[in-house]
């Protein structure tokens, strides 16, 4: 037998085209680029068709030119090819990656080195074998990865960092590196991809279809995130999804051995998974084929390949040895692996039949390309408005006007809960944002997240778009961020209790690096959700998400607030938000608005005149009305009083001087400030005159009212320290 | 059949004795209490010991009276006894929860009511379900729950908090809530019994031998941590874990089916673990006491047995319906269930004969008792140092000098890394502190934690003291929580690079709030990791810390403050502590010392006189090399400066007004801060007219110092921001 199933994967993998991704412009009229190039895919010869003259623009910017899996029919196509190349093409792969590594003297040989054999995937959840990645972009003759770039692994300014990151590298999906992430994002990719199907495939056109491939070690298996979302793709019946195991028996400690005796294969079987077992995958291009044949024969269940690889293989001295894992192998071990291996060739040196056999794949993919095209056109005539929503989806273009959609609040509106009013968010937001979908953590009724005409996300009915994760935070963190980076106009959220963002940060912190535009709703956001006590209240929680980079921490007060943190958090395709919201009732305040909040923090109202009040009080979400009752009774004195919202730091931050002045005047140092949480972070804003009313403790079990009353976060607190500080 | 399983369970959960607690007092010379009555568990009847008059103190002083389980031997001892008085029993603790939960009109009756039929424990994984654990404690005559703490459950200042806590209530073990963190704390008190019976029991003297029970509920099944401690307890081959899984089928959202459909089973057995399925949990003692006898034959596997319970069993309207999980049943549904279950009893009312055979226990368990205190004095004699090792265990008196063991050094001494200082600590601390137990997960190599005159803790040699925890970390921060509160005299360490803090949190917060003294041991604190770039790279994490309650976030610059940032965390046995430890080579510095790491920020050197610096220079770890330099180059240039290390922002916060104001100040306004992570929090300590060096976005691969020059984290820009402010 000789065929090339290992290309076959490269090629589904690799068989995508340049989207240019809108951030935060998403309407429709900002729209600067024809639908018609948007959403049907030219097939651009593997090459990048970014608008700029060589190559796509170096570290952040290179987002904007992301691409997007559009099918896997490439896999299906490939005719059989002779052995000798397929193994000329694996050791290629292989030491592009020992001398990348080499030259960096830094990186992590093992995965690429044994999983070469492997194929392709969209998802490397064993990140730290990127080098396999960047040398399967290279050969596919993207220009993300050119020699250059292979010479600069993990270099500053380099398209090859030490771990795979979607913002760097053009090619990329997603950010991977901390274990389990990638594959919770492959089952994002895949629950994307069969809701899409079911939606928008008809009998007579079935325009979207295409797989999920994942790469995971054994370091991804023992993360308690891979079998969270591995639980749910068993029970949604991930079909689509297949994941190879890289079953190499060694980690960075040495063997698995002594930590991970676990039945893998038991375990994946209990989780609702098919189980094929590779056990020759350094050579066994066979097996291996057969094997991708057997899992997408399996249309009901997701596919574990269980490949048995050996790390490092053809090093003749340090093969199945965790000093491969984390390590150059070293000028004369490299030089051992040349000779075993029997490879005459320079550093970085591509053979030339390698090449010509890689170069193939790119008529062969425009071909279907076109084809896909054509489909997509009859499909457009015959359904319209399924197409319509479809690309609003793949194009991240919202339909015009959206957010009127979003309701407006006055003081005589009566008060809510702001998790109630979210809901209603998500109510108003789901019929004009066809992307929009997501849950909770098994605290739907709690965190008021049911988009109430939708059903359930489920294994028979996928076309819906209320998703029920289980109890499971952090894959459902990592599954919003495959969702999010599978076409840039889904709108994922998830919720869960704010002080379980805990177990979700992980998630977190790569939607915000990865610039993936979660939305995570958190309710019962203080010591305001009461008698649940210390281990369900939030102290810490504001404070270590404003000191994270990229990420939008909003803590809304009441209607228009929350209905102004939606407005940015659905604006912000690239930049995650945080909505910290209350259990308990709160008043619609005077002075609120939706425009204040994309400001970040705003005046509600003042007595003052001339920029001059006697003092600033400022407070967000359930204490903006301990702030504004402080202020009244302080008005009532005589005093003149600013109260300032700060629903967002990082808006605030973004702001002018001059606006920042208008709201903040260095001249006045009188500032107070209340939040029913830690008061780090706050000297910045109150300055070392004035005073940050909060809790620097944990919090404890009893009704709400009674601990803001045995905490001090109260008015009559805020209005003794305005005194104090007047 | 009639017999008593469901109270032998509560016996074994039970029968503790009252042994108080050392918190950082904790050397032998410091010790007031005679070791013999702290060691040898004088059984007091389930009456608390402790030495105040009646009731030990609420809150935060009640875990210097904690009680310690010390033998399961009363389970096997009780006779049988009739199932009427059984079903009494099990009615009288259904409607406590009842009762309670209906006064607080909130809670959960759920777990108590569904599961009161499967006996006792020690950890309820599923903590919402505390009223179980409260009316255990009461029945069995726990002072700690009288009567009017269960009329005042979830209210301010109750030791019934919402959920069990185990610095609130005497005879709650650890505090859970969170989910998934109880069954991880379980294995970590699984272990410690393991290991503790492999070093000290003898062929002649069996004094470690009691067994973990735990239970479990869906939502901690779903959680990843779940599993990663569960796969642990497999490979470790815990046999004296027992856990009930209350299989109910129903979670907060509804029926599990529409999140939860895998093989628990399955994947319990998968992960080495002993299975038994009661199918009649809501009645069924007999198969309840069959399984408890099966999972104590399996000794080399931990036992889960899967109990199938009705949620709000004997509710006539609400039995098996979420709406009984998470909210008070209602006065006339409360009614319906007294008449259902034939209960005609008043609110809170414990039967006559309840309270009879509830008290036999007292006489059996205090001859249990004394049976061990007599085999322990013979033990004493025999093997008089391992005697006092156990004793230095299990009462938390540390040897007299121990701190001794730390090194001291001087600016002569060659520099290294503070990863590999953190090491040489590790290795000087392990024969003076026999708690000493830890390790990493899957990184020991690179965060530097093996103690090397000692093997792996594994199934066959469980008496060593390196753990291998895999890539668990979430699952190892737990378990560290468990050995730490078996006895106060552990001191567990577990590590894993700082950013993956991130996938720990959920745990971490639990040692803040639950007074673990766990030592999390984080290397690779910044940019300073380099290539692996920014997934790998803190940026936000220490200002994440800093803001949490109850927990010790340092930051060492070299070997002297490596070693003061032991000494503190080692005698922080109710605070944990978290270093954070370079990669990269230090130098040693002038001026640095244990004592002044003590004091959290401290002047390591000065040109100033009287008080009065023209600039003050403040950095941390390895920052503060920085700061030394750019205040060398100050100085030839005629400055007087002052240059401080503020390793630890809770510690220095914690010093008298007099001695900070001799570090910092007021009059000097001119100040420069620099550190390699976010500057959130950092205008607090330099003032609105100093300036804060940091990183306020993610990392980039590159070789180091290349990134530290492009983030300007250097002496040259600390000169410039110096000339600035002064």
Known sequence: MAASTSLTLS????????????????????????????????????????????????????????????????????????????????????????????????????????????????VLSAGHGCMLQYALLHLAGYDSVLEEDLKQFRQWGSRTPGHPENFETPGIEVTTGPLGQGIANAVGLALAEKHLAARYNKPDAEIVDHYTYCILGDGCQMEGIANEACSLAGHWGLGKLIAFYDDNHISIDGDTEIAFTESVDTRFEALGWHIIWVKNGNTGY??????????????????????????????????????????ALGAKEVDATRQNLGWPYEPFHVPEEVKKHWSRHTPEGAALEAEWNTKFAEYEKKYAEDAAELKSIAEGVFPAGWEK????????????????????????????????????????????????????????????????????????????????????????????????????????????LSEAGVIYVMTHDSIGLGEDGPTHQPIEHLASFRAMPNILMFRPADGNETAGAYKVAVESRKRPSILALS??????????????????????????TGNKPDVILIGTGSELEIAAKAADELRKEGKAVRVVSFVSWELFEEQSEEYKESVLPSGVTARVSIEAASTFGWAKIVGSKGKAIGIDKFGASAPAPKIYKEYGITAEAVIAAAKEVC
Chains 1, 2 share one sequence.
């Open 583 to 608: 259990r308990q009732k709160l008043p619609n305040l005077t002075g609120t608005s939706i425009e204040g909040v994309a400001k970040g923090g705003y005046t509600i109202t003042d007595n003052s």
């Open 11 to 122: 090629q589904a993998a690799l068989s995508r085209s340049a989207v240019p991704r809108h951030g935060s412009s998403t309407t429709a009229t900002q729209q600067s680029t024809s639908l018609a190039t948007l959403s049907i895919p030219t097939f651009s010869g593997l090459k990048s068709t970014s608008t700029s003259s060589s190559r796509a623009p170096t570290r952040r910017q290179v987002s904007s030119t992301r691409r997007r899996v559009i099918a896997n029919a490439a896999v299906e196509t490939l005719e059989k090819t002779d052995t000798a190349l397929v193994d000329k093409s694996v050791n290629t792969i292989r030491f592009l990656a020992i001398d990348a590594v080499e030259k960096a003297n830094s990186g992590h040989p093992g995965l690429p080195h044994g999983l070469c054999s492997d194929g392709d995937r969209f």
């Open 405 to 512: 959609a979003l309701p407006i609040y006055t003081p005589e509106t009566p008060g809510d809960a702001t998790r109630n009013l979210s809901q209603t968010m998500l109510n108003a937001l789901a019929p004009v944002l066809p992307g929009l979908i997501g849950g909770s953590a098994d605290l739907a009724s709690s965190n008021m997240t049911l988009m109430k005409m939708f059903g359930d996300f489920q294994k028979s009915t996928p076309e819906e778009r209320n998703v029920r994760f289980g109890v499971r935070e952090h894959g459902m963190g990592a599954i919003c961020n495959g969702i999010a980076l599978h076409s840039p106009g889904f709108v994922p959220y998830c919720a869960t209790f704010f002080v379980f963002t805990d177990y979700m940060r992980g998630a977190m912190r790569i939607s915000a």
């Open 286 to 327: 066979d097996e291996i084929r057969a094997a991708i044949k057997e899992a997408k024969a399996v249309t009901d269940k997701p596919t574990l390949i269980k490949v048995t690889t050996t790390i490092g293989f053809g090093s003749p001295n340090k093969a199945n040895s965790y000093s491969v894992h984390g390590a």
